[in-house]
């Protein structure tokens, strides 16, 4: 066996003789979560990730300025990150036969592939196959929380009730009703910056100081405010006041998450470690064992019973198993429904909590890519202001089929967007001529632009899958997964409106359209997928109860996004914190009055 020695609070070695009262698989906004509350409620917790453990900081550089790195941020020669054209051309596995030594998912593209380089995962090590997926993966203590885009929105009985709203689906077990004081647990925990609106589609939440509007998103929201539409400044996953917690700053509002994709070196923006771990560790109940990648829940063959997890060490690609009282497996929502279908045995021939055969199933994301682009011109000329120091633009939450019945399509879109000026001026490389006058017009209208992109529910349908790939392995030897999705008419019919929507918006504003993007981003590029272990009453169609518990196996719970009924199209992230915190509240109790 090997001790793995980490550098936090204080200094711990993965004891794997004991029982643990929990293991968790996976360290991101789920297994963090699971971390902190199973902690604080005086259990003895493992945490297993798969990933390193790595200075983030230094990674993350985020007061570099491009003319400071060697290659303006760029990795160095042999790294390539996959273009939107790859993903469609071709068919996964990306890396297979590439020339170069490292392949990344797109968001390595994204304005700096030094900084993520070792963020995200290198495809080669971690290929996948079936249709066309971009899967944006982050393997690291953390998970994608270091890098995520902060955007923190609550779902709605609009959301949970869906099916009895339109008839389409499934409800989720939960109302609002029962997740709202754990959205709350979590605003006060985290700290969460944002603006009361009181919409019944977009709860709000327990804000912290709203970053400001520019001048043009004020203009755009006085205009939507007349077609009984909202926007509202970014609400981010961000302490603007401050928490209570030594390993945070608040925000200074310098603008760094977005220079590149997301990353705060001093942790206003919300991640797990800073945020969920290292308090955790400090309670003395946490062992965090980094490089553990488990490929199996292990089950007591008298019982049926999740009795431990087997995992394989990346580095010495030795096996060990860690024994526990209860699992919890938050690797993520395809990385989940991939354990969960690797962990076979007599009990469970077709995967552990898979009586139902849902697992993998009614996989879900959001659809993303129409947008608008638009040149506010009594902006034009105006003198700079810090438009970009500050975590994120504006939100404009779902409009569609609330009091409405669109015909084409069922559920909703919200819009993401911002203005202003920002660190490079992107226009310039579009802007025609040359020389003095060339600089001029950039600089006039650096200030001008306004852009926003949708964000809609991609439906849950049991046609869309994922499985085990009977013929590759990662390489560690593990099964890989096998994509059985694509995009249904609903969503297409959704993105035609969501640009004409878009256009339609701008335009009664006065804001001149300069630019309305139709296209659909391939499969997955929304990075929020959902709904691959889903919870349900009925144990014959879902995998999970109300308190992600499988329904097979009583001391086996899944609390990431996979336990998600359907996507809604607000950002998944707080959702699956606050249903986490709920769950790892009723599994405390239940081990305590000896249930589990
Ligand atoms: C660029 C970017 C922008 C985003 N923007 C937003 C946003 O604005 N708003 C929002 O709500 N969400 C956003 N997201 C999504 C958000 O990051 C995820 O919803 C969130 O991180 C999910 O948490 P998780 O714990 O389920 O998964 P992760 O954060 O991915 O964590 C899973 C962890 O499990 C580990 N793991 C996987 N398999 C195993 C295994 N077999 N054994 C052990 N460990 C394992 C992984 O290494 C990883 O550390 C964004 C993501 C990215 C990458
Ligand atoms: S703007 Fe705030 S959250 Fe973003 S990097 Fe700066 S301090 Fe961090």
Known sequence: ?????????????????????????????????????????????????????IDINSELRSMQWPYDHPRRGEAPPGYHAIRFNEYNVRKPPYAKGSAFKHVFSYVGGWGGSDYVKNILVDEKNHPYTGTKYAWVRARLLGGKTNIWGRLALRLSDYDFKGKTHDGYGEDWPISYADIEPYYDKVDLYLGISGHKENLRQLPDSLFQRPNKLTGSEVMLRKSLATMNRTLTPYRAGVTTDGVKNKYRSKCFGRGACDRRPGGCDIHAAFDSPTGLIYP???????????NSTAHEVLVDSNTGKARGVSFVDSQNHRTYEAKAKVVIVAASTLESARLLLLSKSRQHPNGIGNSSGHVGHNFCEHVMGPGVTGLVKDMVGAPPTLDDGKPGGFYVPRFRNLEDKQPGFVRGYGFEGGSGFSLFPRHALDTPGFGGQFKKSVREHAGAFISMG???????????YVDLDPDVKDAWGIPVLRFHYEFSDNEKKMCEDMANAGKEMFEAAGIEVIGVDKNILTEGWSIHELGTARMGNDPKTSVLNQFQQSHDVKNLFVVDGSSHVSASCQNPTWTIMALAWRSCEHLADELKRGNL
């Open 280 to 290: 955790a560790m400090d309670t003395g109940n946490l062992t965090l064992r980094t």
């Open 454 to 464: 949708g964000f809609g529910e991609v439906l849950a349908r049991y046609e869309n």
């Open 1 to 53: 066996m090997t001790l793995i020695r980490f550098k936090a609070s204080q200094e711990q070695d993965a004891d794997l003789s004991i029982t643990y009262d929990a293991v968790v698989v996976g360290s991101g906004a789920a297994g963090g979560m699971a971390a902190h509350v199973l902690t604080s409620q005086g259990m003895k917790v493992l945490l297993l990730e798969a990933g390193k453990k």
